[in-house]
Every structure is written in C-alpha cells, then in structure tokens.
C-alpha cells in the first residue's frame, strides 16, 4: 500500500463513503452502487476553494434588506433556452447539462458563448475533450465570433481556477466534467470523488465571485448523468436533452430548477448551422400526420405554460401468441395497459386477444393523464377501424370507472386548438365553466368514455 494513500468505497448514487464494500448503501439504500477507489489522505485546505478560517468574519444578511436588480438575468437571446432556464441565466449560477453523446450539448453551449460574447460578455469556453483547432471547425459552423470569447484546453482544477481567478469573465462553460480532475484527489478523472470536488470547486468560484458556471456531464446507458447522484443536488440547474440523434429534432427539460419552473420544455431542431428553435412545437410534431387513417388523433398536453398537440397513433390486431403483445413508445405503457382495462371492462371492446401499439408521433415523451382520452379513442378508433376527422382532437383523464376527468387550462387547450385549425375538440364536462364559448369551435363535453367513442362513431 502506499504512503498516504487508502482504499475507500463510494455509492454511485449518492456519494456515501464507506470503508469497506457493503451490498446496499445506508444513505439512499440503493443495491450494488459501491466502487472501489484509491484516494489521498493528506489534508489540504484548498479542496473546495472555500475560505481558511480566520480569513474573515462571516455575518448573516437580513433578508429584506437584499435588493435584486431588473436586470438580474442575462438573456441568452435562445428564447427557447431561456424559457427552460426560467428567464435567463442568473449570475453565480451552476448549470449541468446532460444528454446522449452527439445530442448537441456543445453546439448549444457555443451558440450561448457566441451570442453572449456579441452582447458584450466576457465567456471562457474551457474544454478537457476537444482541441482549439476542433473547437474551431465546429465554431465556423455556427457563425462569426468575436474577441470576447477565449478558449482554454485544459483538464487541471488548480490551473482552471488560477486562470478563472485572473480572467473574471462572466459565464464559464466546463466540457466536461468527467475529464476535469484534482491533484489532491488520487482517482482517476471521472470517478466519484473527483467528479464531486471538481463541481464542489466550481461551486465556491460561482457562488463566491458571481459568476455563471455551465458544466456538460456525461450520461450513463440508462441516460443519468454519470458519476454521484450528489453531483444533482449541488448544482442549481439541471438540463437534460432528448431526442433521437439520428433525428433533427432535440427537446431540453429542466429535471431541476432553483430558478424557474421544472414544467418548461425548449424544442430544437439540428441543422447545418448549430441548433435552431422551433417556436410552435405543435406545427412541428404534426407535420406529415396522415389523412383520413383509422388508429390516428391529436391530443393536447401541457408542458408547463406552453399546450403541445401532438398525434397519437394506435395499432390494434389479433395476436398470433397465446400471451397478446403489447408496446408503447413516448407514454407510460402501465398507463396504455390501464386504458385498455378500461376499454374491456366499462366499454365492452374485447382487446384480451389483440396485440396492441401505442405511439406518440414526433418523439415526444408525454406522461401527462390529459392524453388518456386521445390514446383511448385512438384505440377504439384502430380496433374498431373507424377513421376520426383530421379536424377533431381530444384531451381529459379517465378513470378506472370510464369517467372522464377534469385536467388543468383547458382554456389554453382550446385556444392552441383553434390556432392549428381544429374546429372540433372533446374535452371534459366538469371543464365547461372554465372554457365557455368560443367563436369557430365546436366545444363537445363528455362525462364518460362511452360518450366521447359514441360521438366518433357516429361522425364516422
């Protein structure tokens, strides 16, 4: 064994350190998340960055007495990005942004560097994966850049502080922190304690001289972000990208948000020259929805503040097995199951020997109850070959006994229904007081499952 060094044992969930290795960890009582690292047992101040004591008198600050500025955000000028972020980025701020490898992490993170360099911010773009020449090529993709942004190659915390210190600039983008490592920490860059006092020292350098720190962390196969599960609970925002890569359409969710709300989804779409928004994601989830096909409606789901329709597609078939197969991409499939238990039971649609698929068109992951009524008539509408009108959609939560519940902003639904061209929505009865009329809409409230499939049949 080496001098000063030990053998410790650390959950990959949470961070618990424990001197031997243990099946189930104590803290968050997860099942063989222990791993074996070799770390110093020097002590030294400078781990975490904070201050030595004695340096200076900590005094508490009244709370009413701390003035916030109008300006106290800084707009990325990513109108999407910044209503994920809640706002904009709030200076001293922790950014993680997670997602598969070629999502467009970096792309958006330069994009947020070049705009705002061009507002008159300093940005230091420090990077432990790229070269500044490849840093370069990906840059001439996105546009002209000016003097404002500085690029740095460098995977040593001690030499990124001393350099973060002398610069001072105004936003700080770490790619990533799974190559970041510290001379005090003896593992290996990317393992649990170096990933947790890396972000532990870029925490004290965000909070203490105020500025926005952007970390990129990489995700494991099951798409968390990989190292501590502790790694989360430091950072004041995580962002997660989604999305096929394959694909040209990105969506960012805030999982956490100390600053907005966690509801707020931005949808991107990857083209030649970096990402761009796509300011109606409903348009966009849309295109290429066929016409006059059984199995096929638009349902509405809200994503925060913004109603999202998306399509709905069911494919319903008699099973060749003894056991019927049953598949759901983009919902809950417990959920899909239910509904079905519904159908059988309450509506007497016998599906107990049919395969069945559901589908949300676009890639879009929808787990929201108000889809229910939409994956429900897209069932029915498929097992029953009926074709429901392109210009009708419908959204409400059913219950276990086929009612149909109510769901939140029904008004903001209606409206966003009325913009695409709709002119038939189904919706629940106990939402009627809060929509009322509207003008060019054919508003029908059903109570029951049974009501809202009586209806199509009957337009079929």
Request: aromatic share 6%.
């Amino acid at each position: 064994m080496l001098k000063n060094k030990k053998i410790v044992y650390f959950c990959q969930e949470c961070g618990y350190e424990s001197s031997k290795w243990m099946g189930q960890c104590p803290g968050c009582r997860a099942w063989n998340t222990f791993v074996e690292e070799t770390v110093s047992t020097k002590k030294n101040s400078s781990v975490g960055g904070g201050q030595q004591s004695g340096s200076r008198r900590a005094e508490p600050v009244v709370l009413k007495d701390i003035r916030l500025s109008e300006d106290e955000r800084r707009l990325t000028k990513i109108g999407e990005l910044d209503r994920v972020l809640g706002g904009g980025i709030v200076p001293g701020s922790l950014v993680l942004v997670g997602g598969d490898p070629g999502i467009g992490k970096s792309t958006l993170l330069l994009q947020v560097c070049r705009n705002l360099a061009l507002s008159g911010n300093s940005v230091l773009y420090i990077s432990g994966e790229e070269s500044l020449r490849q840093i370069k090529l990906r840059a001439e993709r996105i546009g002209e850049f000016n003097e404002n942004l500085q690029l740095l190659c460098e995977t040593n915390l001690e030499t990124i502080r001393e350099v973060i210190e002398r610069k001072k600039p105004d936003m700080v983008v770490i790619d990533s922190i799974q190559t970041m490592f510290h001379e005090d920490i003896s593992s290996a860059p990317g393992s649990v304690s170096q990933v947790r006092e890396s972000t532990n020292v870029l925490m004290q350098i965000a909070k203490g001289q105020g500025i926005s720190i952007f970390i990129v962390g990489h995700v494991t196969k099951e798409g968390n972000v990989a190292g501590p599960r502790v790694l989360e609970h430091m950072v004041d925002t995580v962002l997660y990208f989604e999305g096929d890569r394959h694909a040209s359409y990105r969506i960012l969710r805030a999982v956490k948000n100390r600053f907005g709300s966690t509801n707020e989804i931005g949808v991107f779409e990857m083209r030649n020259t970096g990402l761009e928004e796509v300011i109606n994601p409903s348009e966009f989830m849309l295109n290429g929805k066929p016409n006059g096909t059984s199995g096929s409606i638009v349902a509405c789901s809200m994503e925060g503040t913004r109603p999202i329709l998306v399509e709905i597609q069911a494919l319903v078939c008699q099973s060749n097995f003894g056991i019927p197969r049953r598949t759901a991409v983009g919902t809950d499939f417990n959920r899909v199951n239910l509904l079905m238990a519904v159908l059988e039971k309450k509506v007497g649609i016998h599906l107990a020997s049919c395969d069945a698929y559901v589908n949300i068109a676009g890639g879009m992951k929808m787990t929201e109850p108000a889809i229910d009524l939409g994956i429900s008539l897209a069932v029915v509408s498929s097992c029953k070959d009926i074709i429901i009108p392109d210009s009708v959609i419908a959204f409400g939560e059913v219950g276990l006994s086929g009612e149909v519940r109510a769901v939140s902003m029904a008004g903001q639904r209606v409206a966003e229904a009325k913009k695409l061209g709709f002119d038939t929505v189904i919706l629940p009865e106990v939402c009627k007081s809060s929509v009322g009329k509207v003008a060019g809409v054919n508003l029908i409230y059903v109570s029951w499952i049974q009501d809202a499939i009586r209806f199509i049949m009957k337009n079929n």
